[in-house]
């Protein structure tokens, strides 16, 4: 497997509403753009979704940039989030967005699509596209890959200091609370 210096993550399961064919189309035009190749790793529980978008990685001949992971364990994603230039999330819809704040608490910066559940969200710790526009999407990739190392860090800690607004521990009490409510507790 070729390495990349420099790679998108994308984290999540690969249905079409998730826009992962334009994100390919995508890397397949920025590739063409950029002197060194630029990597796109999609971690992805296997499935007939990801059937397809292997067919898809090698219609568009993207087999060069696209690595199809699979499943990866917890520890591995921090990793690779880490390493990575960017979590891409092109979602056309979503009920909320975890991955993205995964990415956040991971350290790596996030690129989402201009809907309103990921503004909600993620407030303004992300930088958005519109999914819809190829050239937006290429675009937002194209400021991350040039961006200079202190905004780049500056960016991250934002995040960093934001994503701690959400727990695990405090969703759980906040449900447990809603339960005794609900039964006059």
């Known amino acids: 497997m070729k390495e990349f210096k420099f790679y998108f993550i994308y984290v999540g399961n690969a249905y079409p509403h998730k826009n992962l064919e334009m994100l390919i189309k995508v890397m397949v035009l920025l590739n063409k753009e950029v002197k060194e190749d630029v990597g796109l790793a999609i971690v992805s529980s296997r499935g007939v979704f990801t059937k397809r978008l292997e067919a898809v990685v090698c219609r568009l001949s993207a087999d060069s940039y696209i690595r199809l992971l699979g ?60 999914p819809f526009d190829i050239v937006a999407i290429k675009e937002a990739m194209r400021t991350v890959l040039g961006m200079d190392t202190a905004c780049r860090a500056k960016l991250i800690a934002k995040s960093q200091v934001f994503i701690k607004r959400y727990s695990w521990r405090k969703m759980a009490q906040e449900t447990l609370k809603v339960y005794e409510d609900s039964v006059g507790i």
């Open 71 to 130: 499943f990866v364990p917890d520890e591995d994603l921090t990793k690779l989030y880490r390493a990575s230039v960017a979590f891409v999330f092109p979602s056309f819809s979503e009920g909320f967005g975890l991955p993205g704040l995964e990415a956040m608490k991971a350290g790596t910066l996030v690129l989402t699509s201009d809907i309103p559940v990921f503004k909600e969200i993620y407030k303004e710790n992300a930088i958005y596209f519109n």
